[in-house]
């Protein structure tokens, strides 16, 4: 972008938006943390499960990646074991969604709940899933 006072051109770069993967099998739900999250200035990529999930992964570049637990086909556990497996995948930050509380989710995590940066609760409240984003982030830079 190019901002010209009097005589002199400043030339402002804008930093590169992050990418945020939303792994979530309702489609509304899906689209609406996408929706909240490019209003943040994150890049959103969206997938309706873990299989999608993967998919996306292998081309495009996520930064961090929030995902439901309980989905069809391959649920957030499995996808947290997959990425964990994968040299490609494992470094990106992970934040779990679960309607079935905490510990039903670690439970179902089983020795991968050290992958996850934050599980949060449904309904997700919106400052502590953006507060989980940036925390992801600035770890991963």
């Known amino acids: 972008m190019r901002v010209a006072r009097g005589r002199t051109v400043i030339l402002v ?4 938006k992050r990418g945020v993967l939303v792994v979530e099998d309702f489609a509304d739900t899906r689209e ?3 929706e909240l999250l490019m209003e943040e200035g994150y890049h ?5 499960n873990g299989v999608e ?22 649920g957030g556990a499995e ?12 470094a990106i930050p992970i934040i779990l969604l679960t309607g079935s509380g905490r510990e039903k989710a670690i439970e179902a995590l089983g020795d ?8 949060l609760t449904k309904p997700v409240q ?8 940036e925390a992801a982030l600035d770890g991963s830079r």
């Open 53 to 74: 999930a993967l998919k996306r992964l292998e081309e495009i570049q996520a930064d961090v990646v929030v995902t439901d637990l309980v989905m069809p086909d391959l």
């Open 44 to 48: 959103s990529i969206m997938a309706s």
């Open 32 to 34: 609406l943390l996408a």
């Open 79 to 90: 996808l947290v074991r997959r990425m964990a497996s994968d040299p490609r995948m494992k």
């Open 13 to 16: 770069r804008s930093a590169p």
């Open 126 to 133: 919106i400052d502590e899933l953006l507060t989980s984003v």
């Open 112 to 119: 991968r709940a050290g992958q996850v940066l934050a599980i």
